[in-house]
């Protein structure tokens, strides 16, 4: 049972256009989401995360939406480039007991930035 | 300055061998991973030490057994290979409830 979902496994646009990925979750203990891109023959690299207590995060070109009551997050990038092309892993956390945590992973979105 | 790195990059081995791999981390975060990314590219916990003590271990196989001889290192032992065990091995680390930082993988291939 997955309880994170990146129903799109790919996603082209142009560059200079807005891309849009999401993300899908069903567990209502996540209380802090992450979004983290992923090269061929690298590790994911963190790129911006959420707090349950927000609606809205920014960070340069990307800025990542949450909410809450449907359940859902969104990682928007503008303008869209090349060097974006990466695959995209939204990520979800929720306390497990103490100070510890737990993430759980979506499958992942393929983005395409054309030229 | 490589921050989470593990090695070998590459590691290819015949069914029934045992191997390790190893990952440190040079950020001084207190916790330690190791997910397995299978063929459908699905990244899947197996172990957290949290300051060398044993937080998650999912179910995964006995054959495969972690140890953290200090909070900077966190190796994977995998005794008996199988072929169902050829994946992407990543480590990862982080400190409290930052982002998890990763290496970059260990792809293992059993023939």
């Known amino acids: 049972d997955q309880q994170v979902k990146q129903n799109s496994p790919s996603l082209s646009v142009q560059e200079g256009r807005i891309s849009i990925l999401n993300c899908d979750y069903t567990n209502s203990m996540f209380d802090y989401f992450l979004w983290y891109k992923k090269y061929p023959a690298e590790g994911p690299t963190f790129l911006i995360s959420i707090s349950s207590i927000k609606d809205k995060n920014e960070d340069g070109r990307f800025t990542v939406f949450l909410n809450k009551s449907a359940k859902h997050l969104s990682l928007h990038i503008v303008p869209s480039q090349p060097g974006d092309s990466a695959v995209y892993f939204c990520?979800?956390?929720?306390?497990?007991?103490?100070?510890?945590?737990?993430?759980?992973w979506g499958l992942g979105t393929s983005l395409g930035v054309n030229p | 300055d490589t921050a989470v790195s593990q090695t070998p990059k590459y590691l290819v081995t015949q069914m029934g061998n045992d191997k390790s791999i190893k990952c440190e981390q040079n950020l001084g975060h207190d916790t330690m991973y190791w997910y397995k990314q299978d063929s459908k590219k699905f990244l899947k916990i197996m172990f957290s030490?949290?300051?060398?003590?044993?937080?998650i271990n999912e179910t995964v196989p006995n054959r495969f057994s972690p140890k953290s001889p200090d909070k900077a290192h966190l190796n994977l032992h995998i005794n008996s290979l199988e072929l169902g065990d050829s994946a992407v091995y990543f480590c990862?680390?982080?400190?409290?409830?930052?982002?998890?930082?990763f290496g970059d993988g260990t792809r293992l291939s059993i023939l």
């Open positions: 030490y949290n300051n060398k003590e044993l937080i």
């Open positions: 990862a680390s982080s400190q409290g409830r930052g982002p998890q930082h």
């Open positions: 990520a979800a956390s929720a306390p497990t007991g103490g100070n510890n945590r737990k993430l759980i």
